[in-house]
T-cell receptor, first 113, second 116 residues
Framework: AQSVTQLGSHVSVSEGALVLLRCNYSSSVPPYLFWYVQYPNQGLQLLLKYTSAATLVKGINGFEAEFKKSETSFHLTKPSAHMSDAAEYFCAVTRFGNEKLTFGTGTRLTIIP | GAGVSQSPRYKVAKRGQDVALRCDPISGHVSLFWYQQALGQGPEFLTYFQNEAQLDKSGLPSDRFFAERPEGSVSTLKIQRTQQEDSAVYLC??????????????FGDGTRLSIL
C-alpha cells in the first residue's frame, strides 16, 4: 500500500517570501513521487517528479523538491513566491509496476500582496 | 490535439439518469486513467486502461460505473442511475508510449458532474 500526507490544507505566504509545501509518503517499495498544481476549473499540471535519480528535483516555474528517504518526505519549495503561484497543490505517489497515482488531500496556497 | 480533451466540461443530470463522459487522450499514449475528485479533495483513482485492456477497475465505487476504451484511444466513463453522491469532477489522464509508472500523467480539464 502507498499513501501521501500533505500537512497544512491552507498555506499563506507574502509575495516574495519562501514557499514550503509539505508532503510525506508511505510506501513499502521505492516510490515515484510527483507534485501537481491545479488552477481553478482546470486539470492538474505536472510541476516535477522524482523517479530514483537525483534527490533534488527541479521543476517548472521555479519550484523544486528534495526526496529524503530517511524522513519519507518530498517537500516542495520555491525561494520567492509570485502572485501567479496561488493555486491548489497535490503531492502524489506511485511505484514500479503500479501506474495509478495516489494523491494527497491538497494544499491551497494563497499569496498575500 | 496537443493535450487530453474531455467532454462535456459541465454536465447536469437529474438523479436516476444515465450519463456518459468522454476522454480523448494524447495521441499514441498507451495508458489512460479516470479519477474522481470530490469538492475540496484530491483526485481518487477509478480505473486504468493499457491500450484497450482495462487492467484495473478497483476504484469504481459501484457497478453503476462502467468504463470502456474499445479501440485503445478514446475512452468513455458511463454512470448509470446517477445518485447525488456521484457529483464530482471526473478527470481523465493519459501517459507514455511505453506504459511505465515513472512517466508523468497528463490531465484533461475534467468534467464537472452535478446531480440534482
Amino acid at each position: 500500500a502507498q499513501s501521501v500526507t500533505q500537512l497544512g490544507s491552507h498555506v499563506s505566504v507574502s509575495e516574495g517570501a519562501l514557499v514550503l509545501l509539505r508532503c510525506n509518503y508511505s510506501s513499502s517499495v521505492p516510490p515515484y513521487l510527483f507534485w501537481y498544481v491545479q488552477y481553478p476549473n482546470q486539470g492538474l499540471q505536472l510541476l516535477l517528479k522524482y523517479t530514483s535519480a537525483a534527490t533534488l528535483v527541479k521543476g517548472i516555474n521555479g519550484f523544486e523538491a528534495e526526496f529524503k528517504k530517511s524522513e519519507t518526505s518530498f517537500h516542495l519549495t520555491k525561494p520567492s513566491a509570485h502572485m501567479s503561484d496561488a493555486a491548489e497543490y497535490f503531492c502524489a505517489v506511485t511505484r514500479f509496476g503500479n501506474e495509478k497515482l495516489t494523491f494527497g488531500t491538497g494544499t491551497r496556497l494563497t499569496i498575500i500582496p | 490535439g496537443a493535450g487530453v480533451s474531455q467532454s462535456p466540461r459541465y454536465k447536469v443530470a437529474k438523479r436516476g439518469q444515465d450519463v456518459a463522459l468522454r476522454c480523448d487522450p494524447i495521441s499514441g499514449h498507451v495508458s489512460l486513467f479516470w479519477y474522481q475528485q470530490a469538492l475540496g479533495q484530491g483526485p481518487e483513482f477509478l480505473t486504468y486502461f493499457q491500450n484497450e485492456a482495462q487492467l484495473d477497475k478497483s476504484g469504481l465505487p459501484s457497478d453503476r460505473f462502467f468504463a470502456e476504451r474499445p479501440e485503445g484511444s478514446v475512452s468513455t466513463l458511463k454512470i448509470q442511475r446517477t445518485q447525488q453522491e456521484d457529483s464530482a469532477v471526473y478527470l481523465c489522464a493519459s501517459s507514455s508510449k511505453t506504459g511505465r509508472a515513472d512517466q508523468p500523467q497528463h490531465f484533461g480539464d475534467g468534467t464537472r458532474l452535478s446531480i440534482l
